[in-house]
C-alpha cells in the first residue's frame, strides 16, 4: 500500500513560488508608504501568554470565547498563537519602557495570525497582516493619518472597490451607559432575535449590530445609537478626524452602527471593504484605543492603530508583481572549477545558478534561456572558461574565474 500523502492543515495555506511575487510587491509598497511616513518594523513572538489577550482583546469577544489556539507547554504555562497584534505590540511598548522614546512611538508589521475561525475563500486559520501602530498621541491627527496611509497603500495596491466607513465609539464611560440602554433595548425585544444573539445580549450586545438574521436587523434598525450618546469632547474629537480626512480628500461614510470585534477600541473606529470580494468584504480596520496600554500594565498611553488582510487585499487588488532578480551568470558544468567560479562571482555580487540535474550541454543552454542568464559560462576542468554572451551567443575566451567575473562586472556597469 501506498504511503498516504499529508495536507496542510484546514484553514491554512502554502504561498507557492508563483504566489510570492505579488506578496512581496505588497510588502514593497507597504514598507515604502509606512517608512516614508516615520514608522519602524517590529517583529513580536508567535506565541504570546494567554492572560494577553484575554486581558487586551476581551474575554466575552468571539476571538477570546472561540477562535484562539491556546496550549500549554512543557512547563505548564497556557500560551495561544496570536490572534491579532495590536495587544503584543502594546505589550512590548510597556515591556521595553518606549514611553521614554520621543512620541508617538510609530511601529508597523507583517505577520501572521491564529484564528480558528470556520475555513472559506477569504477566511483562513492562518493569516497575514500589515498592520501599524501610533502609540503615545491622542490627537486627532493620527487618527486621520493612520487612516490616509491604509488608504494609500490599498490605492496604490489598486484595490478595487473600496469603500471607508467611520465611526465613533466614545470612552468608555459613554459606552458603558448606551450598553445599559442597549441591553435595555434587545431584552424588549429578545423574542425577535436570533437565538445567539439573544444567548449574549448582557455579555456582548454590541454584536447585535452585525448579526446577519432577518428578525434582528429588523430590530436592530430602531435600536439606540452610541453616536448619538457622545460626550461634546468626544464628538468633537471625532469631528477634527472628519476635518482632516476632508482636507486630504479621502472619501467615508459616518456608520454610526460600525462596530468590530475587539473590546479596546474607544473613540475613531474605521473600516475599508471591498465589494470585490464577497461575504468576507472586510480588508482592513481599526481604531483608536486609549485605555489598552494601562490595561497591559503601562502608564496612561492613547494609541491608533489598524490591521488589514494580506490575503483579501491580494485577492481584491491588481497585480503588478515585481520584477524577478535578473541572473548574472549561469554555470554549465559540474565539476570543482565550476563550483569555485560560482563562488567567486557570487562574492563579487553576481547572482549566480548552477547546473545542478545533470543535464546535457543543450539541455543546459536551454535552462540559461529559461532563466534569461545573460552570460552562460561553459567551465573546462582544467580551469579555462569561455564566458558565451546569452544574446549574441558570442564566446570570450578567458584564462580563470577571476577574469571572467572581472569581465562580468565590467559589461554590467557599461
Ligand atoms: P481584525 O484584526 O479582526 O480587525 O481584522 C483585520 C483584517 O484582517 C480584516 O479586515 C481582514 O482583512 C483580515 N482578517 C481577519 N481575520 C481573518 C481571517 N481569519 N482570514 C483572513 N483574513 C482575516
Redesign the pocket.
Given at each position: 500500500m501506498a504511503t498516504p500523502k499529508l495536507q496542510a492543515p484546514r484553514?491554512t495555506y502554502d504561498v507557492l513560488p508563483e504566489q510570492a511575487a505579488s506578496r512581496l510587491a505588497l510588502e514593497a509598497v507597504a514598507r515604502r508608504v509606512l517608512e516614508g511616513a516615520g514608522y519602524e518594523r517590529i517583529e513580536t513572538p508567535v506565541f504570546e501568554a494567554t492572560e494577553l489577550f484575554s486581558r487586551g482583546v476581551g474575554a466575552s469577544t468571539d476571538?477570546v470565547q472561540k477562535?484562539m489556539y491556546t496550549f500549554n507547554d512543557a512547563g505548564d504555562r497556557s500560551l495561544t498563537l496570536r490572534?491579532?497584534?495590536?495587544a503584543p505590540i502594546c505589550r512590548a511598548y510597556v515591556e521595553h519602557g518606549m514611553h521614554t522614546r520621543p512620541q508617538p512611538v510609530k511601529l508597523w508589521y507583517l505577520s501572521p495570525?491564529f484564528?480558528y475561525?470556520r475555513?472559506q475563500a477569504?477566511?483562513?486559520?492562518?493569516?497575514?497582516?500589515i498592520?501599524a501602530e501610533t502609540i503615545g498621541s491622542d490627537d486627532p491627527a493620527v487618527d486621520a493619518e493612520a487612516i490616509s496611509l491604509l488608504w494609500a497603500i490599498l490605492s496604490e495596491l489598486g484595490v478595487g472597490g473600496i469603500e471607508l466607513r467611520l465611526g465613533s465609539l466614545g470612552t468608555p464611560e459613554t459606552r458603558a451607559g448606551y450598553r445599559a440602554e442597549l441591553t435595555a433595548y434587545l431584552h424588549a425585544h429578545e423574542d425577535r432575535l436570533s437565538e445567539e444573539v439573544r444567548a449574549r445580549i448582557d455579555l456582548n450586545p454590541l454584536r447585535a449590530f452585525d448579526a446577519d438574521h432577518p428578525g434582528t436587523r429588523e430590530v436592530m434598525t430602531g435600536a439606540p445609537i452610541l453616536m448619538d450618546a457622545l460626550a461634546p469632547e468626544d464628538l468633537a474629537h471625532f469631528e477634527e478626524v472628519r476635518a482632516r480626512l476632508d482636507a486630504a480628500e479621502i472619501a467615508y461614510r459616518v456608520d454610526p452602527t460600525l462596530v468590530?470585534?475587539?473590546d479596546y477600541y474607544s473613540r475613531t473606529l474605521f473600516?475599508?471593504?471591498s465589494d470585490l470580494l464577497g461575504a468576507?468584504s472586510?480588508?482592513?480596520?481599526?481604531g483608536r484605543y486609549d485605555a489598552l496600554v494601562e490595561q497591559l500594565g503601562g502608564p496612561r498611553t492613547p494609541a491608533c492603530g489598524?490591521?488589514?488582510?494580506?490575503?483579501?487585499?491580494l485577492l481584491s487588488a491588481e497585480h503588478r508583481p515585481l520584477p524577478h532578480a535578473v541572473c548574472d551568470l549561469y554555470v554549465a558544468g559540474t565539476g570543482l572549477a565550476a563550483f569555485a567560479l560560482a563562488a567567486e562571482a557570487r562574492r563579487a555580487g553576481l547572482n549566480v545558478q548552477l547546473e545542478l540535474a545533470g543535464r546535457s550541454a543543450k539541455g543546459q543552454r536551454k535552462q540559461a534561456a529559461r532563466l534569461g542568464a545573460v552570460h552562460v559560462a561553459l567551465v573546462e576542468e582544467s580551469g579555462s572558461i569561455a564566458l558565451e554572451d546569452a544574446e549574441t551567443g558570442e564566446q570570450e575566451p578567458l584564462a580563470g574565474a577571476s577574469a571572467a567575473v572581472a569581465h562580468i562586472l565590467k559589461g554590467r556597469h557599461l
Open positions: 484553514g476571538i477562535e490572534p491579532e497584534g495590536t495570525f484564528r475561525e475555513a477569504g477566511r483562513y486559520r492562518q493569516f497575514w497582516q498592520g468590530r470585534g475587539i473600516e475599508f471593504t468576507q472586510a480588508v482592513g480596520g481599526g489598524w490591521a488589514a488582510g494580506v490575503e483579501r487585499i
